[in-house]
């Protein structure tokens, strides 16, 4: 049931995102017969959900900061995630990666690599680095990073309106007092076009419509995303459970709260946080190794 929520929201915001774009191209004067708009459609849905085989490889070019072990972080690394593939019964070839950061950092990315920082396997005794393996393995297998991956590819365009209609960097005090100047600006535009230019009034209404749109849809989406993320880490929680290193992740979480202050904050965590308060996380992980009756 989750899975079905988390892709049919995916489409939904790659659907509405093309949509709009092809509306506002519409209003434009651009003239879009079925054809063009279903054409249009079908290879923006292809192109979203694809791109971790086009934009992942690329990101991970130009920005990632992983790279391969050495003989005695490999040796480690697969002595432990052999045991996790074991009991996943899962054959697929996955590929070990260190992520080169000075903080604890574990993540799963691509279609087949899980990285994680030295400092934090210097920390994690085997059972606890085969529970948080066990959790990013969940991760790839689900196709939780290409859904995520589709998510993102779609919000492009939006976040990029919404930069341009946030004027880079002015704060909303500025902002605010811009606002009265900024509306004289446009409504002598808007009567400029309307008298004397009748015909390039549409474009600018369908450059409004367009901005504000895709402002909302940033907005929605994203705070959307955001809690499918959440729900997304206590599915792979009770996944890493079920095969049996529950408790290796408990204690690595309970490592990683001691290496790092903690948001506990309910706001920032439901308006800005892809990951639950990881105490949340710990106390769950209790009650499914029988530490807990319930989430009281």
């Known amino acids: 049931m989750y899975k079905l929520l988390q892709i049919g929201a995916v489409l939904l915001y790659v659907l509405l995102s093309g949509i709009c774009f092809l509306c506002s191209l519409a209003l434009s004067g651009v003239y879009i017969s079925w054809f063009t708009f279903f054409t249009a459609m079908t290879g923006w849905t292809l192109f979203c959900f694809l791109s971790i085989y086009i934009l992942g490889p690329l990101n991970l070019f130009f920005y990632g900061h992983?790279?391969?072990?050495?003989?005695?972080?490999?040796?480690?690394?697969?002595?432990?995630?052999?045991?996790?593939?074991?009991?996943?019964?899962?054959?697929?070839?996955?590929?070990?990666?260190?992520?080169?950061?000075d903080g604890p950092e574990v993540f799963a990315c691509g279609t087949n690599i899980i990285a994680i920082s030295k400092p934090l396997m210097n920390e994690l005794t085997d059972d606890e680095l085969?529970?948080?393996?066990?959790?990013?393995?969940?991760?790839?297998?689900?196709?939780?990073?290409?859904?995520?991956?589709?998510?993102?590819?779609?919000?492009?365009?939006?976040?990029?309106?919404?930069?341009?209609?946030?004027?880079?960097?002015?704060?909303?005090?500025?902002?605010?007092?811009?606002?009265?100047?900024?509306?004289?600006?446009?409504?002598?535009?808007?009567?400029?076009?309307?008298?004397?230019?009748?015909?390039?009034?549409?474009?600018?209404?369908?450059?409004?419509l367009f901005i504000l749109t895709f402002s909302l849809l940033d907005r929605i989406f994203r705070w959307l995303r955001l809690t499918l993320s959440r729900l997304c880490e206590y599915?792979?929680?009770?996944?890493?459970?079920?095969?049996?290193?529950?408790?290796g992740l408990r204690d690595a979480l309970k490592k990683l709260a001691k290496m790092e202050p903690q948001r506990v904050n309910i706001y920032f965590t439901l308006m800005h946080s892809t990951q639950p308060v990881i105490y949340h996380r710990i106390r769950r992980l209790e009650i499914l190794e029988g530490m807990r009756d319930n989430f009281s």
């Not at 007092?177 to 600018?204: N, S, T």
Request: glycine residues 6%; proline residues 5%.
């Open 66 to 101: 992983i790279r391969l072990p050495v003989f005695e972080e490999e040796k480690r690394l697969m002595g432990c995630f052999e045991e996790v593939l074991k009991s996943a019964g899962c054959p697929k070839k996955f590929r070990l990666r260190i992520a080169e950061s």
């Open 235 to 247: 599915r792979q929680d009770a996944y890493t459970h079920k095969l049996g290193h529950g408790a």
């Open 130 to 208: 085969k529970g948080i393996m066990a959790h990013e393995l969940g991760h790839l297998a689900s196709s939780d990073t290409m859904i995520s991956r589709a998510f993102g590819t779609a919000s492009l365009l939006p976040r990029a309106v919404c930069r341009i209609v946030s004027l880079t960097s002015l704060s909303l005090k500025k902002l605010a007092l811009l606002l009265p100047l900024v509306g004289l600006i446009l409504f002598a535009i808007f009567l400029f076009l309307f008298f004397f230019k009748p015909l390039h009034l549409m474009p600018v209404i369908a450059i409004v």
